[in-house]
């Protein structure tokens, strides 16, 4: 892919990339890294992406990235909730969604993951699916899941503790 084609793409989906790496990873370095990575990888590649479909592709990569730098052992989760606010410090929060914040930045990194690009990014089920690789039900259950957590915390039952 040409360095200009690469450039148009970095900057209209890399805040986007950068979003979905952070929630994976809750490191605003490590996701840079990432993101960095997403988008070497496409100078060097001879990789053509379908018109209308790049959001997803990179989307796609970026939690390929993101799993695999997981998997490697160089990753020690250490996410100040500061970090998080200042990653959408464009956006106004308000206290109740500084707590919905929160509550979502300490759900599992699956349910997190499924959360943000639902609800975040405007997905729907079959196309996280197709981003994370898994079968739309999955996507469904970890919804589900999370959800479920969240009313918990929120309407006072138990809160998840791992």
């Known amino acids: 892919m040409n360095n200009e084609a690469v450039l148009r793409l970095f900057d209209t989906y890399a805040d986007d ?16 890294d990432v993101v960095q ?20 592709y990179i989307l796609t990569m970026t939690a390929n ?31 109740e969604d500084t707590e919905m914040y929160e509550a979502v930045s300490e759900l599992p990194e699956k349910l997190r993951v499924a959360i943000h690009l639902h609800y975040y990014e405007g997905y729907s089920l079959n196309e996280i699916a197709k981003i994370l690789d898994i079968a739309p039900s999955a996507v469904s259950m970890r919804l589900t899941r999370a959800k479920e957590i969240l009313r918990k915390r ?3 039952g138990s809160s998840y503790a791992g």
């Not at 990888?41 to 997803?56: A, M, N, Q, V």
């Open 65 to 95: 990235k993101c799993r695999d730098f997981l998997k490697s052992g160089n990753y020690v989760f250490q996410a100040p909730f500061d970090d998080a606010v200042e990653v959408g410090s464009d956006i106004e929060i308000d206290e």
């Open 17 to 32: 990339a950068f979003r979905l790496a952070y929630t994976y990873l809750g490191s605003r370095p490590d996701a840079e």
């Open 154 to 156: 929120f309407m006072g």
């Open 37 to 56: 990575d997403v988008f070497v990888k496409l100078i060097r590649s001879d990789i053509t992406i379908t018109k209308g479909k790049e959001k997803s």
